[in-house]
């Protein structure tokens, strides 16, 4: 988070002093950091330089298409799980063969739009699934290129909302059913099984999950490779965890070292989906304090900005750090909860947070909210999202606009006879 940095007393991004954006902006806002996004990028690609991968960045964590652009720009390819995905992808230009899209439920309508645009890899989840691309692909004379997920049954240590490849979870195949589809691979024709893909949960510190996993793999494409099946495509998925609070995960340099050796003994070319390690330290989310409320247990900073806005600490109890966007003297540390103002009892932005106390009209920085922040935002309470700034050196560019009340009543309509008058009087 070095490209979020107290100047002075004044808390930047880049160089760009926060408190400035929210006079130009309001409150709540979420900042990105151009050179921190470019830097993780970049991170990861030197990392692995030696067998130069297809990072395609996981566009579930951040979406925004100014977010998209720039990484693409860089080379990045995307992973989607979506047609909207897909549809936010195509709109950044990103060329379709750097396009991966992964999914347990994809729809026969996405699929369809899939194999229209000629995507790189389907991350094919079932054999129904695989089944369907294969009918769809039939009618439309196409011959995708599909790599399988397979369960390897790894433990990730991480929240178990967010681990993915243990036995009793519903993504991947596991590597009986899966060696046999590559056994098989005629029968599935025109699709093309060409690759393998992993994805075993998401902020994961340490390598040794990833190692385990991958020597799995290794173990399966290597017994396939026997039987005369050759596999091109290696797909490690994303998980690669950041700093939130104490946790100490591998650097991008650490992970290469780990895992390279196993890699260079797979024929097959790399492609990794970050979508945390990239976005998440580089953005973070700017909200107002309303009112310091004392009750005789508690004391409660209530801010603009709850969980309609950045959900995580609500939905897995995750930590996010605090810094005041002034920094004042060192005022003593009052044992508080940072909470939103919507009406649930789980929405806290932090629980039983030592912060220097601020007073209302303060502004509050919530770091580690580039990914899974703006993404999972809704309008519950009917709140209207709040505005996406990027920041490149001193400039700032609102790359979405905070919506408006009339943004809260877009696309919804009241039937004719609710308009008429009196008609409740006629039904009652
Ligand atoms: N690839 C696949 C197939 C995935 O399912 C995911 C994340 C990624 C890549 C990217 O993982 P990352 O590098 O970002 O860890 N909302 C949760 C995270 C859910 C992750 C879902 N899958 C959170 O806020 O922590």
Same mark, same amino acid.
């Given at each position: 988070?070095?490209?979020?940095?107290?100047?002075?007393?004044?808390?930047?991004?880049?160089?760009?002093?926060?408190?400035?954006?929210?006079?130009?902006?309001?409150?709540?806002?979420?900042?990105?950091?151009?050179?921190?996004?470019?830097?993780?990028?970049?991170?990861?690609?030197?990392?692995?330089?030696?067998?130069?991968?297809?990072?395609?960045?996981?566009?579930?964590?951040?979406?925004?298409?100014?977010?998209?652009?720039?990484?693409?720009?860089?080379?990045?390819?995307?992973?989607?799980?979506?047609?909207?995905?897909?549809?936010?992808?195509?709109?950044?230009?990103?060329?379709?063969?750097?396009?991966?899209?992964?999914?347990?439920?994809?729809?026969?309508?996405?699929?369809?739009?899939?194999?229209?645009?000629?995507?790189?890899?389907?991350?094919?989840?079932?054999?129904?699934?695989?089944?369907? +691309?294969?009918?769809?692909?039939?009618?439309?004379?196409?011959?995708?290129?599909?790599?399988?997920?397979?369960?390897?049954?790894?433990?990730?240590?991480? $929240?178990?909302?967010?681990?993915?490849?243990?036995?009793?979870?519903?993504?991947?195949?596991?590597?009986?059913?899966? *060696?046999?589809?590559?056994?098989?691979?005629?029968?599935?024709?025109?699709?093309?099984?060409?690759?393998?893909? +992993? $994805?075993?949960?998401?902020?994961?510190?340490?390598?040794?999950?990833?190692?385990?996993?991958?020597?799995?793999?290794?173990?399966?494409?290597?017994?396939?490779?026997?039987?005369?099946?050759?596999?091109?495509?290696?797909?490690?998925?994303?998980?690669?965890?950041?700093?939130? $609070?104490?946790?100490?995960?591998?650097?991008?340099?650490?992970?290469?070292? *780990?895992?390279?050796?196993?890699?260079?003994?797979?024929?097959?070319?790399?492609?990794?989906?970050?979508?945390?390690?990239?976005?998440?330290?580089?953005?973070?989310?700017?909200?107002?304090?309303?009112?310091?409320?004392?009750?005789?247990?508690?004391?409660?900073?209530?801010?603009?900005?709850?969980?309609?806005?950045?959900?995580?600490?609500?939905?897995?109890?995750?930590?996010?750090?605090?810094?005041?966007?002034?920094?004042?003297?060192?005022?003593?540390?009052?044992?508080?909860?940072?909470?939103?103002? +919507?009406?649930?009892?789980?929405?806290?932005?932090?629980?039983?947070?030592?912060?220097?106390?601020?007073?209302?009209?303060?502004?509050?920085?919530?770091?580690?909210?580039?990914?899974?922040?703006?993404?999972?935002?809704?309008?519950?309470?009917?709140?209207?999202?709040?505005?996406?700034?990027?920041?490149?050196?001193?400039?700032?560019?609102?790359?979405?606009?905070?919506?408006?009340?009339?943004?809260?009543?877009?696309?919804?309509?009241?039937?004719?006879?609710? *308009?008429?008058?009196?008609?409740?009087?006629?039904?009652?």
């Amino acid at each position: 988070m070095h490209d979020f940095k107290y100047r002075g007393r004044k808390l930047c991004c880049e160089r760009l002093d926060l408190a400035s954006i929210a006079e130009r902006v309001g409150t709540p806002f979420y900042c990105y950091s151009q050179k921190s996004l470019l830097d993780h990028f970049n991170k990861l690609k030197r990392a692995f330089r030696s067998i130069s991968p297809l990072i395609c960045f996981s566009m579930k964590a951040n979406s925004n298409l100014a977010v998209l652009k720039l990484l693409t720009r860089q080379g990045a390819g995307l992973d989607v799980v979506s047609g909207g995905e897909l549809y936010k992808a195509r709109r950044v230009g990103v060329p379709a063969r750097r396009i991966v899209y992964a999914s347990v439920g994809k729809t026969e309508a996405e699929i369809v739009y899939a194999l229209k645009e000629d995507i790189l890899l389907f991350n094919v989840e079932s054999v129904p699934e695989l089944e369907l +691309i294969q009918r769809l692909a039939r009618r439309l004379k196409k011959r995708p290129r599909v790599s399988v997920r397979l369960n390897v049954e790894v433990d990730p240590r991480t $929240h178990r909302y967010i681990a993915t490849g243990v036995s009793t979870s519903k993504f991947g195949l596991d590597l009986k059913s899966a *060696r046999g589809l590559f056994l098989n691979s005629r029968h599935y024709v025109p699709a093309e099984l060409v690759g393998v893909h +992993i $994805h075993i949960g998401s902020q994961i510190t340490s390598g040794s999950p990833y190692a385990q996993a991958l020597r799995r793999v290794a173990s399966f494409v290597k017994d396939l490779k026997k039987r005369g099946v050759h596999i091109p495509w290696l797909n490690v998925g994303g998980g690669l965890g950041i700093i939130y $609070h104490d946790e100490r995960p591998q650097t991008a340099h650490a992970f290469a070292r *780990r895992v390279l050796p196993l890699l260079k003994t797979l024929p097959a070319r790399l492609i990794m989906e970050p979508g945390r390690f990239i976005a998440g330290p580089s953005g973070v989310l700017v909200t107002r304090v309303t009112t310091v409320k004392k009750t005789p247990r508690k004391t409660f900073i209530i801010v603009d900005g709850g969980m309609s806005d950045l959900l995580r600490p609500s939905l897995y109890g995750a930590y996010h750090s605090i810094w005041p966007v002034r920094r004042s003297s060192n005022g003593p540390r009052v044992e508080c909860d940072v909470v939103g103002p +919507i009406c649930e009892s789980g929405d806290f932005l932090a629980r039983d947070r030592k912060l220097a106390l601020p007073g209302s009209g303060d502004l509050l920085s919530v770091l580690g909210a580039g990914a899974y922040g703006f993404v999972m935002a809704s309008n519950y309470n009917s709140r209207p999202r709040p505005p996406e700034v990027l920041v490149n050196g001193s400039r700032m560019y609102v790359v979405r606009r905070r919506e408006t009340y009339r943004d809260l009543v877009r696309g919804e309509s009241i039937p004719a006879y609710l *308009r008429e008058a009196g008609s409740g009087k006629r039904e009652a």
